[in-house]
């Protein structure tokens, strides 16, 4: 490989030269796939309807209490987690079937597969208990052969975690029983199986032949690709900084990819922060499909966005598309598999033809596609349904991480929750007697905390331990209630409301640690008391997520102090960090320090004239379309009231103005004016949704102005996060202040120059902007003169 600097001199474009460099070829001989006997039984013995009413059940934790209490119950010669391992042929294909049974007794030949829920085991649903028994019956066909064991005992367990109900579902089955079911449960796979060889086939002689989308590599992505590369190759994690413009989305899809083809990795997970994100790669996977490519990719969406059926329940007796979902379902997974690149429209026309749901159909399709698109919030929130399948696939699934700078912010918010006595109220009136009653009993402990003495806010380390249990009984009683009637989730929108944010609050709550705080806050009136858990370090929780993966590649313009990044992403101290040299002249953006203007939030006032005549100067000299960034609204609107005087600078330029609470269409029109004028003045807020994440290149945008250096508000909740900080890194006002500060300054100065051709300047307004601290967090690829 040609250059190895963390700096990137030298790594331009290598026009001919293939990627990866020197690698064998695959050998195409025998097709292996891994699987999982859950994903197996799943594919083959699901049948009716959807059917969410047992669903969530109990949370993780109480799953695995709930096992531990069986596994307690068993004799000593019990086995628990025990792995089973298959080699199945079928012609030139090789499946390897893996998994773990809950428990094996090789004293009285019992397999166990235990399943905990909070209802009368005796309400589960048929199909439920089949699905999970035919789980038990491959393991115990498996454990059969392994041990040559004539007659074994199969046994599903029910455990309803609230009563400590046992209820055993148990089957005694001969060896050439259990042999007979595993050969016909493959049978009914082989179809789909042979599907997915000649699938893997197209797909890695495909992969081998790909070429870069966009012809010769630019500046600075050879040396991306060749870090992403060596990265999966590896299977370790790597943080790259790498300037807008560069082209990053195809410089780290194209290597990933070419992994794939040389089998470094199953699959992988362009991870988004924004829309823009996922509309870049879904036309990067377009482009390469376009080139050949095989790959299947899909894009996840939001069950609210997607739902053929609004306000309905997911439930057969409510939902058409639910109704006999998967008995239609393999008809759509084929047609879905054989399409390529996923995106929502595409899994939409798919379910639609075949009469199914488009959102479940996208999560039965997760097992079996390459390349998944999706939102942060599916890989990393607490009920990530890709995490869970990343720790549970017998794939190695690889996370490309893109604004990746969002992600602690992200993960924060993702790991905190919020309950307040006003919902609770709400959720009262709606609700069935038994609901009710252990609604109540939660009142009742949040009375008692409202009577303890505390000011107006509290903030503690300890969580309420009192309130933990009546906030779990009423989990179960909403959970019997949704079983014993489908329409009752549609039908208490109040209730489900609180439901989800006890949920929430009870999985934040199973995740404490010292990197939380308990806020109490009274509010206004008797039902003004809320609780939240805060997350204050998104990285303990962050860090065993991207660990589960082969390779993680988190990567954004503006990633630095590195140290601060990795940490605060949950990356491990043997990353590799690389921050890439900018693809354009430093020329191409002019950037003006103001630092004779103090915008401090005390001097506001006194500056404000100041500041309205050098903004106006700099709208009048620099031309083109230009966006002002403001740290408040308020501020915003006092400074532009006092331009607004300056009659001939509006002669000039047309004016746009954010303001709170605008609805998409208004806050559209905003990228309406500048496609159609030259001239637009655009007033916005910094850290606010025109400050980045957006693509203005071109004359859309030549200049911005940015007033002040994008501090955090100073509040207890930002206080607290400054003390944990300084407590856990030594570098409390940097973490908490200083570096979120300078980041939302150097995605705001990034909107510029989006291409080699693209020339603009900027104008940063602040006293601070003079000072070392401050100055050293700007990008050093621009010309900064004062
Ligand atoms: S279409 Fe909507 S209501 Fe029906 S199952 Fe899907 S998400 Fe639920």
Not at 194 to 200: D, K, M, P, V
Not at 384 to 399: M, N
Not at 592 to 609: F, V
Request: charged share 25%.
């Amino acid at each position: 490989m040609p250059c190895r600097t963390a700096s990137g001199a030298g790594c331009d474009s290598s026009p001919g030269k293939a990627f990866p460099p020197a690698l064998p070829g695959w050998s195409g001989r025998m097709t292996e796939f891994r699987l999982s006997v859950r994903d197996l039984v799943a594919f083959c013995h699901r049948s009716g309807d959807i059917d969410h009413r047992y669903t969530p059940s109990p949370t993780g934790e109480q799953g695995m209490e709930g096992h531990q209490r069986i596994y307690r119950r068993r004799p000593e010669s019990y086995l628990r987690e025990y792995p089973v391992r298959y080699r199945h042929q079928q012609g030139d294909i090789e499946l390897q079937l893996r998994g773990r049974a809950d428990g094996f007794d090789p004293a009285s030949a019992l397999v166990e597969e235990i399943k905990t829920c909070r209802v009368d085991p005796g309400n589960i649903p048929p199909p439920v208990s089949r699905l999970h028994l035919a789980q038990a019956r491959i393991y115990a066909a498996l454990i059969a052969e392994e041990r040559s064991l004539d007659e074994v005992a199969v046994q599903l367990t029910w455990l309803n975690i609230d009563t400590d109900e046992e209820v055993p579902l148990r089957q005694s089955c001969s060896r050439a029983e259990l042999r007979a079911f595993l050969t016909d449960t493959l049978a009914a796979f082989a179809d789909w199986l042979a599907l997915l060889a000649r699938r893997r086939r197209d797909r890695q002689a495909s992969l081998l032949r790909l070429a870069f989308p966009h012809g010769e590599f630019r500046r600075g992505q050879r040396l991306v690709a060749e870090l992403v590369y060596k990265c999966i190759d590896q299977g370790g994690q790597a943080m790259l900084e790498a300037p807008t413009g560069i082209g990053k989305t195809a410089a780290v899809l194209y290597p990933a990819l070419k992994a794939m083809a040389e089998n470094k990795h199953e699959a992988l997970v362009f991870v988004t922060a924004r829309t823009v994100g996922r509309r870049s790669a879904e036309d990067c996977l377009a482009l390469m499909a376009g080139a050949g490519m095989q790959a299947s990719s899909l894009s996840l969406t939001a069950k609210e966005s997607v739902c053929f059926s609004p306000g309905k329940a997911c439930h057969g007796d409510d939902c058409p598309f639910a109704r006999g979902y998967y008995d239609r379902l393999p008809g759509a997974l084929a047609e879905a598999i054989q399409h390529g690149v996923l995106d929502r429209a595409a899994v939409e026309r798919i379910a639609r033809a075949h009469e199914v749901c488009p959102y479940q159909l996208a999560q039965d399709l997760l097992p079996w596609v390459d390349i998944v698109v999706a939102d942060m919030h599916y890989v990393y929130s607490l009920t990530a349904g890709l995490d869970r399948l990343i720790s549970g696939d017998e794939r190695r699934w690889s996370l490309l991480v893109d604004e990746a700078h969002n992600l602690p912010e992200r993960a924060r918010q993702m790991y905190s929750a919020r309950l307040s006595k006003a919902e609770l109220m709400r959720a009262k009136r709606s609700s069935s007697p038994a609901v009710r009653r252990a609604l109540e009993r939660v009142n009742r402990a949040l009375l008692a905390l409202q009577k303890e003495a505390w000011g107006e806010e509290v903030f503690r380390q300890e969580l309420p331990a009192e309130l933990v249990n009546p906030l779990a009984e009423v989990v179960a009683a909403v959970g019997r209630a949704m079983a014993d009637d489908p329409r009752f989730v549609p039908a208490n929108p109040e209730l489900m409301a609180f439901y989800f944010a006890l949920l929430q609050w009870l999985r934040v709550a199973e995740n404490w640690g010292r990197d939380y705080r308990l806020q109490l806050q009274r509010g206004d009136g008797k039902q003004g008391l809320s609780l939240g858990l805060n997350c204050l370090d998104p990285s303990r929780l962050l860090s065993q997520r991207q660990a589960r993966a082969h390779a993680v590649i988190a990567f954004s313009a503006t990633l630095s102090p590195q140290h601060w990044m990795r940490q605060l992403t949950g990356l491990s101290e043997a990353a590799v960090c690389r921050r890439l040299e900018s693809p354009f002249a430093a020329e191409q953006l002019r950037v003006e320090l103001e630092t004779a203007i103090d915008t401090r939030y005390r001097q506001r006032e006194a500056s404000a004239p100041g500041l309205a005549r050098r903004l106006a100067r700099f709208l009048r000299e620099a031309p083109g379309n230009c966006i002002v960034y403001f740290p408040s609204y308020r501020y915003l609107a006092s400074v532009l009231a006092l331009m607004q005087a300056d009659a001939p600078l509006w002669a000039e330029r047309r004016l746009w103005q954010q303001r709170p609470g605008q609805s998409l269409e208004e806050r559209d029109e905003l990228f309406q004016i500048l496609r159609s004028h030259h001239n637009v003045a655009a007033f916005c807020i910094l850290g606010g949704v025109f400050s980045e994440g957006i693509d203005l290149p071109g004359e859309l945008l030549s200049a911005v102005a940015i007033v002040g250096v994008g501090l955090p508000q100073v509040g207890s909740e930002r206080e607290n996060l400054r003390q944990w900080y300084q407590q856990a890194y030594g570098a409390g006002f940097e973490y908490a202040y200083l570096y979120p500060a300078m980041q939302k300054v150097d995605q705001a100065l990034g909107r510029v120059v989006r291409s080699a051709t693209d020339c603009g300047r900027a104008l940063l307004v602040d006293t601070r902007y003079g000072w070392p601290a401050y100055r050293s967090l700007l990008p050093p690829w621009w010309c900064y003169r004062e």
